[in-house]
């Protein structure tokens, strides 16, 4: 069945598979002290900057929750939109694993703004309440949409004049520099954002993320060796994780593959826009399409193609497009969309 459901559905991209079967030649020192994790490193300074430091880790949600814990206090909280990961899709992990108590508002395209941290810290000092001290972001954010170098800097600053710090949930970052047409450091490092979690997975990889601490101090970066353990993120044989990191960094794999998924994206949402019976709810900017279809028209396509309904209520589903999503796939799901909402129509 072809999938429309997740980029996460996808297999590892045959560069990634080449580079894991390479590295597993003889001994290597384990946990992280190998060459393959020192020249992931060397390559992410080259994409973020001379003061980044990477922590190698296994996935996504162990990603976030490892930086939450390295930037909040036992007594912390986390601004983040009510549609965020950390909120909706990690199983409550930032707050029973982390201990963090999530700060949510309402954003109808899943972006923040200045304002929401204004009004969200305005108890700041009183103990009566958890004490925000980070405002995370995910870019592309899980409506698909995208931040401006500009509107991350305006949403930095805010922070900073409250001496909080910016968190990115960088799952799909590679997607949003491609679409963006900027490079990876322009919407972090750049943009003042002081903690990633970057995300390999989704772009190609077989499994492996990063949290990369920004700032140059090293207050942050001190303590993540020890989180990471108590976090049951260390991998004993961390040259496999970096592996994985070389493969996509080394010669712009990661560009290439991202802009490939927000290609096939747009090529859907442009067959499909202006089809009688179907709304786009989003600016398809990314690898993601939202659109509200009648129920037995997504019931039907759901039997020949996966995809998930995003909210039964309105009717609204979720299309991914992946690195390895075809132009004919998404000509068939296009025509398939068509036919059935036509079938509806008669």
């Known amino acids: 069945m072809t999938t429309f459901a997740s980029d ?69 909280a986390v601004i983040c939109s009510q549609t965020a990961h950390l909120h909706v899709d990690e ?7 982390g201990g963090v108590k999530l700060l949510t508002t309402p954003t109808p395209d899943g972006k923040l703004v200045p304002d929401d941290v204004v009004r969200l810290t305005d108890r700041l000092g009183d103990e009566h309440q958890a ?16 931040y401006t170098p500009q509107e991350i800097r305006a949403l930095a600053d805010a922070a900073h004049a409250r001496h909080m710090l910016l968190h990115v949930d960088g799952a799909r970052l590679p997607m949003a520099a491609a679409a963006l047409g900027v490079p990876l450091r322009e919407i972090t490092t750049g943009a003042g954002v002081d903690l990633l979690s970057f995300g390999a997975t989704k772009v190609g990889a077989l499994g492996a993320e990063a949290v990369v601490v920004l700032r140059p101090e090293g207050e942050l970066a001190d303590g993540l060796p020890f989180l990471r353990k108590q976090s049951l993120q260390l ?32 090529r859907l949402a442009d067959a499909v826009r202006d089809t009688p019976g179907l709304e786009i709810t989003q600016t398809v900017q990314a690898n993601a399409i939202f659109a509200k279809l009648p129920a037995e028209v997504t019931a039907r396509l759901q039997q020949q193609f996966r995809f998930y309904t995003w909210d039964a209520n309105t009717g609204e589903v979720r299309w991914m497009c992946s690195w390895d999503t075809t132009e004919e796939d998404v000509d068939a799901f296009a025509a398939a969309i068509k036919a059935e909402l036509a079938a509806v129509a008669a």
Not at 16 to 43: I, K
Not at 131 to 146: C, K, N
Not at 239 to 249: E, G, H, S, T
């Open 8 to 76: 996460n559905y996808a297999g590892a991209h045959p560069a990634v598979v080449e580079a894991v079967a390479a590295a597993n030649t003889g001994h290597a020192v384990a946990y992280g002290a190998d060459p393959w994790t020192a020249r992931a490193q060397e390559l992410i300074q080259q994409q973020l900057g001379d003061d980044a430091r990477a922590f190698l880790v296994f996935n996504g949600t162990g990603a976030n929750v490892l930086a939450l814990r390295a930037a909040c206090t036992a007594w912390g």
């Open 235 to 266: 991998a004993s044989k961390g040259r496999f994780l970096a592996a994985q990191f070389i493969a996509l960094l080394e010669d712009g794999l990661w560009e290439r593959l991202a802009s490939h998924a927000n290609a096939m994206a747009a």
């Open 131 to 146: 004490q925000a001290q980070v405002v995370s972001i995910a870019q592309s954010t899980e409506l698909g949409t995208l």
């Open 91 to 97: 199983g409550g992990a930032p707050e029973r694993v």
